[in-house]
T-cell receptor
Framework: DVKVTQSSRYLVKRTGEKVFLECVQD?????MFWYRQDPGLGLRLIYF???????EKGDIPEGYSVSREKKERFSLILESASTNQTSMYLC?????????????????FGPGTRLTVL | QKEVEQDPGPLSVPEGAIVSLNCTYS??????FMWYRQYSRKGPELLMY????GNKEDGRFTAQVDKSSKYISLFIRDSQPSDSATYLC?????????????FGKGTKLSVKP
């Protein structure tokens, strides 16, 4: 079974703090993604990575950065947390093309981190 | 147009009802669609996928694509309280970076016992 784990389920930080969210996958997937999910706005892609040290901006990269030093680990960094970054953060991984189950671009998600910035 | 449009609901039905969840898309060339299910305080997980038009059935779930109207649907027969979740439709981001999916905003379903 594919497993995607995220370092924290719940996190409370202060405005201005630097925040690190960690994601690890154990299936040797090339692609990894960071989303945030907010009521009424759905899943919005922040950044994704298709290889070690490679990254591309998603739809809402402002205020975030990412790091992928190892294939299995993808980190999301909030350089200076703000209250409007209070959200559910979801990490996902996939292989490009068809997975073992025959599904094209299937993404496997972690359980999410509920971040509150006070 | 990039988005997959989805009615956010919420949708509340009694146990045993037939549920219809729908999404619309913009480009008739799209052929591959997925349905993800997300339970409260969990990440989404793939429920079903469909390719091209027609129906695909898996137990109580049926996924349908109507290319002429650019409509995708998920039907749940004999709905159960355990089906209460948010359902997201998705499609590959053709022309974008490989591996990306475009998600609808999700429809929240509640099945009352």
């Amino acid at each position: 079974d594919v497993k995607v784990t995220q370092s924290s389920r719940y996190l409370v930080k202060r405005t201005g703090e630097k925040v690190f969210l960690e994601c690890v996958q154990d299936m040797d997937h090339e692609n990894m993604f960071w989303y945030r999910q907010d009521p009424g706005l759905g899943l919005r892609l922040i950044y994704f990575s298709y290889d070690v040290k490679m990254k591309e901006k998603g739809d809402i990269p402002e205020g975030y950065s990412v790091s992928r030093e190892k294939k299995e680990r993808f980190s999301l960094i909030l350089e200076s947390a703000s209250t409007n970054q209070t959200s559910m953060y979801l990490c996902a991984s996939s292989i490009p093309g068809t997975s073992g189950s025959g599904v094209y671009n299937e993404q496997f998600f972690g359980p999410g981190t509920r971040l509150t910035v006070l | 147009q990039k988005e997959v449009e989805q009615d956010p609901g919420p949708l509340s039905v009694p146990e045993g009802a037939i549920v219809s969840l729908n999404c619309t898309y913009s480009n008739s060339a799209f052929q591959y669609f997925m349905w993800y299910r997300q339970y409260s305080r969990k990440g989404p997980e793939l429920l079903m996928y469909t390719y091209s038009s027609g129906n695909k059935e898996d137990g109580r779930f049926t996924a349908q694509v109507d290319k002429s109207s650019k409509y995708i649907s998920l039907f749940i027969r004999d709905s159960q309280p355990s089906d209460s979740a948010t359902y997201l439709c998705a499609r590959p981001n053709y022309g974008g970076s490989q591996g990306n999916l475009i998600f609808g905003k999700g429809t929240k379903l509640s099945v009352k016992p």
